[in-house]
């Protein structure tokens, strides 16, 4: 199975003096790292010597807060004693963030699996640094190196009698968890995990329950020790070793506490198995943690070891101040992402603290109150308050009497200083000092209470009753809402959220000013956004239900902000939660609220097919899912738009999937509009169905106008590749002139399209490819050249604007007949049904230059399906 692999560091190009590469070849809370020397030449080279041959699996690296290189390349040798003058095959590379968007306070750790490969010796290779204003002497830094594998032959396997499991890789080989935990602590774990995977073998299910349990509170209580460590090595560096002498006792006290209160010994089996592992703690049969005397002692140690602790890491994480770090750093945080906690609803170790209180009932009560609130710092007060989802839990009655209690004797109003004062001036001479002190409470049951308290006070404004006008109350609401929106506890988050919904539908409307609204908007909107595309499921739904809820608002949805925020492209760049977030938000506002025509409100189709063609070249495949349909959405309405957007529907084009996928949508929606286009033509009168029966053949370039007669449905489904037309290349006919007995190719189609289909014509302005009967209104409304034509008021004619005064002295300028057209070609009266017979019957349009071309359309099979050409389907491409 993988498991961590040992190494020694041979090679260093450069190295500073404080900061050796052998810091590199031990993990732990308090290791310095790696650092190049000041104004090093790059690339800066490690050569790692691997203990024995090993087939490698994966690699950790955890990067400096600001030293950070750009770019690490892995190189690997299968000599044992590699130097820098061996030969080194090149395995790949990783690239690092520049960590500005933590503002160089957090360490980015990069795991990355490698492929099978044998190696004994890794060469890495760090590339130039990131500018940052930290790094003024140009180094490059790392902190730890991880390296996990296989290594051949038993010696180096060091299992013990554990089975072999070639999937499975311990979590306690992760470079996350030794970072931060007490080595000593961290070794026991490693002991503890064998013998359960062991007692698992061997159906031990009890004991192996155990250790599993033993295990997640010696790993907090490594975390709180390797937090004392730090502090006594911080402590030493300030040459303060009066704190550094009592951090170290109480280390001790701590670590003797944990070891007896678990019973470490007897879990490890050192003397051979025990038969009280085996018993069930269940039936009773569980030894109590300590006798009654020591009762409270035993219930405040298992209190400290279940209670998660925040690492707290000096500058620089070596125990004194860095020569080339920030005057005032504030301490950087492990990783980017911490591991999950485990519940505590189910722990067993909370069914044996019951028990044991049941036996001697207060004792952990007495203890706390006799130490009194002076006694606990603020920060053990924060560590050891209940979780917030224990909190309304109704099975843990000691968990929530112990927060209670608890909330009672360190029930501390927090005051502001003079800066927040300064920074809450508005909402403190609204709502007054008590509510905006409890925002600004580190206690999270203040927010909610602070929170609860803001709702109220909106709920029953009365303008006529209060001091102050709705929109400096809406000002000052909006700016606590911004502070609690941005809180980590889910509760206060949650109830923010609530009371944000609160405010737009009930109090804003009819009191409050349209421009303090949209400054509202603004305010709260980015921060929205930012949760939306969070890790975590309910942050995410829950910013994507507030937002959507602020824009059926009336008075919100009016100023078109959000819309017009949402439908910006997204970029490449754009992380892939946060675009997905955004685009399926823009979705559901074309459900809910359709598209819209005025330019303003950010939901038109232009905006629209912009946002889905963005969305369709991102890396993230459910972006460009979700892109694919709102251009789907946004072509039912607007087809001729949305293939101007996109590239041409060619053979080429469609062997991107994407894009075959896309116009196969494309394809079907213009199917079914034909079939409801022949439908409604044989039950409505034919001055209704005209219009829209032309459109079928219209070949446009330019995005109709809003008119229903302009709104077209292209032939694509025809001319186009489908799934059912790739097998068959001769079962297309024209859909215009209905020529019977002739098929042709696809390209055959296009060019009949083209050049010589009798019911087609070429628009002498534009050149784009029209139907004849269409042709007034393309002139009026969708050609490029439309700015020259005006319709005449006697014939309704498109003329130019050139010769509009002689056409009105013509003998052709007359009012039209009910029912009738006038061709564009001949300028003779032609009734509306009967377009096919005069462009096509036995005496057809004199001036349709196709009939004299091509006479065969109806009567014989066309000679054009092999004609060469790359030509495509007329509609969406400019001829």
Not at 56 to 78: C, D, F, G, M, N
Not at 179 to 191: G, T
Not at 427 to 452: A, H, N, R
Not at 666 to 682: A, G, M, W, Y
Request: proline share 5%; glycine share 4%.
């Amino acid at each position: 199975m993988p498991r961590k692999i040992g190494f020694t560091v041979v090679y260093a190009t450069s190295e500073e003096d404080r900061h050796s590469s052998l810091e590199l070849n031990v993990h732990g809370p308090t290791v310095r790292g790696w650092q190049s020397a000041r104004r090093c030449s790059f690339p800066q080279e490690l050569i790692l010597r691997l203990h024995g041959p090993t087939k490698l699996s994966r690699i950790q690296v955890l990067a400096h807060q600001y030293l950070i290189p750009e770019k690490l390349e892995i190189w690997t040798s299968q000599e044992c004693n590699g130097t820098n003058s061996t030969d080194f095959t090149y395995l790949g590379y990783i690239t690092l963030s520049d960590n500005a968007s933590t503002l160089y306070k957090s360490r980015e750790l990069k795991s990355v699996a490698l492929p099978e490969t044998d190696a004994a010796t890794l060469k890495l290779k760090l590339h130039k640094p990131h500018n940052n204003a930290h790094n003024v002497h140009e180094q490059v830094g790392l902190i730890a190196i991880n390296i996990l594998g296989e290594p051949y032959g038993q010696e180096y396997c060091g299992q013990g009698d554990a089975p072999y499991n070639p999937h499975y890789t311990s979590p306690y080989d992760d470079l996350a968890f030794e970072m931060y935990v007490d080595r000593e602590v961290a070794k026991i774990i490693r002991q503890m995990e064998m013998k359960k995977l062991q007692a698992a073998e061997e159906e031990r299910f009890e004991y192996a329950s155990k250790l599993k349990v033993a295990m997640e509170n010696l790993r907090k209580a490594g975390e709180r020790l390797g937090k004392y460590e730090l502090e006594k090595k911080y402590a030493i560096a300030l040459e303060d070793y009066d704190k550094a002498k009592a951090k170290k006792a109480q280390a001790q006290q701590y670590r003797q506490q944990v070891y007896q209160s678990l019973e470490i010994d007897d879990l490890l089996e050192v003397h051979g198995p025990l038969e009280k592992n085996d018993e069930s703690t269940i039936a009773g049969k569980e030894p109590l943690l300590a006798d009654a005397a020591g009762s409270a002692t035993a219930a405040v140690a298992v209190e400290e070891i279940t209670s998660p602790p925040r690492l707290v890491v000096p500058p620089t994480r070596d125990g004194a101040l860095s020569p080339t770090g920030p005057a005032h750093q504030q301490p950087p945080s492990p990783l980017h992402q911490k591991p999950n906690s485990p519940e505590a609803t189910d722990h067993p170790t909370s069914v044996v603290l019951e028990r044991h209180n049941g036996c001697n009932k207060g004792s952990l009560r007495r203890k706390t109150k006799s130490a009194g609130p002076m006694l606990r710092s603020s920060y053990e007060a924060y560590e050891e308050r209940t979780i917030p989802a224990l909190r309304h839990s109704h099975t843990n009655e000691f968990t929530r009497e112990c927060h209670l209690d608890s909330a009672e004797l360190t029930k501390v109003t927090s005051k502001l200083n003079d800066r927040e004062k300064k920074q809450a001036a508005l909402p403190i001479s609204v709502f007054g000092m008590d509510m905006v002190e409890k925002f600004y409470s580190k206690q999270f049951t203040d927010k909610e209470e602070g929170l609860m308290q803001l709702k109220d006070e909106l709920r029953t404004f009365d303008s006529e009753d209060s001091k102050h006008s709705a929109n400096k109350t809406a000002r000052a609401a909006i700016l606590l809402l911004h502070r609690a929106l941005r809180d980590k506890v889910f509760s206060v988050y949650s109830l923010a959220a609530q009371l944000i919904r609160v405010f737009f539908t009930e109090f804003a409307v009819g009191r409050v000013s349209s421009a303090e609204i949209a400054r509202s908007v603004d305010r709260l909107l980015p921060e929205l956004l930012t949760k939306s595309g969070d890790t975590t499921p309910r942050i995410h739904n829950m910013a994507v239900h507030t937002i959507l809820s602020m824009v059926d608002c009336k008075c919100v949805r009016e100023l078109h902000i959000i819309p017009v925020h949402l439908s910006r492209p997204v970029n490449s760049s754009t992380h892939q939660r946060l675009a997905l977030s955004r685009l399926e938000m823009v979705e559901q506002l074309i459900l809910n609220h359709g598209i819209s025509t005025d330019k303003q409100s950010g939901l038109t189709c232009r905006t629209l097919s912009e946002l889905g063609l963005s969305g369709l070249h991102h890396p993230a495949e459910a972006v460009r899912k979700v892109s694919e349909r709102i251009l789907v959405l946004v072509y039912k309405v607007n087809p001729r738009l949305v293939r101007k957007q996109l590239p041409p529907d060619d053979d080429i084009t469609r062997r991107n999937l994407l894009y075959r996928q896309l116009f196969h949508e494309f394809d079907l929606i213009d199917l079914q509009r034909k079939k409801n286009l022949e439908t409604s033509q044989k039950s409505t009168t034919p001055i209704h169905t005209k219009p829209v029966e032309t459109n079928e053949a219209s070949v446009a370039k330019s995005p109709p106008r809003a008119s229903p007669v302009v709104s077209t449905s292209s032939s694509i489904s025809i001319t186009s590749p489908s799934d059912n037309s790739t097998d068959h290349k001769g079962d297309k006919m024209c859909i215009f002139c209905l020529s019977k007995g002739q098929v042709y190719s696809e390209e055959g189609l296009n060019i009949h399209y083209w050049r010589t289909c009798p019911m087609l014509t070429r628009c002498e302005a534009c050149k784009q490819v029209v139907e004849v009967s269409y042709v007034n209104l393309h002139l009026l409304n969708e050609c490029d050249m439309r700015n020259n034509y005006v319709k005449c008021d006697t014939c309704k004619q498109a003329v130019h604007l050139e010769g509009l005064t002689q056409h009105a002295n013509s003998d052709n300028c007359t009012k039209p007949l009910e029912g009738c057209d006038r061709c564009p070609l001949c300028h003779l009266i032609i009734n509306r049904n009967k377009w096919r017979d005069h462009l096509m019957g036995e005496q057809p349009c004199a001036n349709n230059t196709r009939n004299k071309l091509n006479k065969s359309c109806s009567k014989s099979p066309s000679n054009t399906q092999n004609l060469g050409g790359k030509l495509t389907s007329p509609t969406g491409r400019d001829y």
